[in-house]
């Protein structure tokens, strides 16, 4: 039997919080899949001064330790803001990493719960970050692929260890992949140019920086509105805000983002990222002392983009909307020379846009797990 030892992480203290970041690293070496995270976003949420989420709610982290060695790690996070808003009283899980060993991610969920208990919760539900766009679920089909960025990769025995641990599942996210020879159907480009002319909706383009910046918050008030009724939705809200902006504006270009006007008012966007996994692969997720030049080639270089952001307010659904963003969405793809676009982590709860998905012949290459239970 293995024998290890559960400690929690001090955030002030630089080895607790170095163990915690590197252990995927080492877990995954070799593995040709697995993207490293940017290490220093890793360690950004150790920062209770600065990290926004502090601010209203809290977390704690934990690692299964033999010696020197580490065998696993958890993090469990009171989303307060969130539990008020939706009058729950619920824990997260996150960032679960761990060997192929029921004892030690036992030994991790117990310590996570145990925390969660003291604080008065009662449910437990994960993987599931600090803010949103942070990656959901565990990982369990399209192990043979790389992943899109920013969303989890993990070796098929994790659904195991969750599921060991009394969890079931609350929803699969699929992800659906246009290659170089996807072709729109026609029909979906001819209801796009028809709901335009007739409703007076109209695409815009973001020419630039600082132009994102200035039409941040009216995208922010779309999403609010646009993902509102959706199971758990919780509005992007105060100093989040800021943090959600400033991580977009790190990781998208202005070329890459569309959004749909309807007068001034923002009705609906497409946002898309430049993949660039392989280029944090080659640096190991550090920016120093030439990542910062690899990860900015391919930046500006990719061919393969994610779309990890797209919605329609709920008013304009029905008038043929979704048609504009599925086209937009193919045409961003012609205009950049873009070989791969991933559309990422769609909730199959979200049935009218899994239909669509469907209708426009795009099929599900990866599945990734939520889970849930009381505590």
């Known amino acids: 039997m293995t024998r290890f030892d559960i400690i929690e992480v001090d955030p002030t203290n630089r080895r607790d919080r170095r163990r915690f970041v590197e252990f995927p690293f080492r877990l995954y070496r070799g593995n040709r899949q697995w993207v490293p995270p940017l290490v220093s976003g890793e360690y950004r949420r150790f920062d209770r001064d600065s990290y926004s989420y502090y601010r209203h709610s809290d977390a704690a982290f934990f690692l299964a330790t033999q010696g020197r060695d580490v065998l696993g790690r958890i993090a469990v996070l009171e989303p307060r803001r969130r539990n008020a808003y939706r009058d729950e009283r619920c824990a997260f899980f996150y960032l679960f990493d761990a060997v192929d060993d029921r004892a030690v991610a036992r030994a991790l969920f ?17 993987p599931e ?3 949103a766009g942070d990656g959901l679920g565990v990982l369990i089909e399209g192990f043979e692929f790389l992943p899109a960025m920013g969303i989890p990769y993990n070796a098929p025995y994790y659904d195991d260890l969750v599921v060991n641990n009394g969890f079931r599942k609350w929803t699969d996210f699929y992800s659906c992949r246009l ?5 729109m159907p026609e029909r979906v480009s001819r209801i796009a140019e028809r709901v335009k002319q007739r409703s007076g909706l109209r695409i815009v383009e973001v020419g630039s920086r600082s132009e994102m910046v200035a039409l941040a918050p009216k995208v922010i008030r779309a999403y609010n509105r646009a993902f509102e009724s959706n199971p758990r939705f919780v509005p992007i809200e105060g100093d989040d805000q800021g943090e959600v902006t400033g991580r977009l504006l790190g990781v998208t270009r202005p070329d890459l983002v569309r959004l749909v006007a309807d007068g001034d008012e923002i009705v609906g966007f497409v946002l898309g990222f430049p993949n660039v996994s392989k280029a944090l692969q080659r640096c190991g997720g550090r920016l120093y002392p030439f990542g910062w030049a690899l990860l900015l080639w391919d930046f500006h270089h990719t061919r393969w983009i994610d779309i990890n952001g797209g919605g329609i307010l709920p008013e304009y659904q029905g008038l043929g909307a979704n048609a504009i963003l599925y086209d937009e969405l193919f045409r961003i793809r012609l205009a950049q020379g873009v070989k791969l676009v991933d559309l990422v982590q ?7 846009m899994v239909r669509e998905l469907e209708a426009v012949g795009l099929s599900v290459h990866k599945r990734h797990r939520q889970y849930e239970r009381e505590i």
């Open 110 to 126: 117990d310590s996570a719960m145990d925390w969660a208990r003291g604080r008065g919760l009662n449910h437990m539900m994960g």
């Open 346 to 352: 769609v909730n199959e709860q979200n049935l009218k």
């Open 129 to 131: 970050g600090f803010i």
């Open 179 to 183: 290659s170089g020879d996807f072709v």
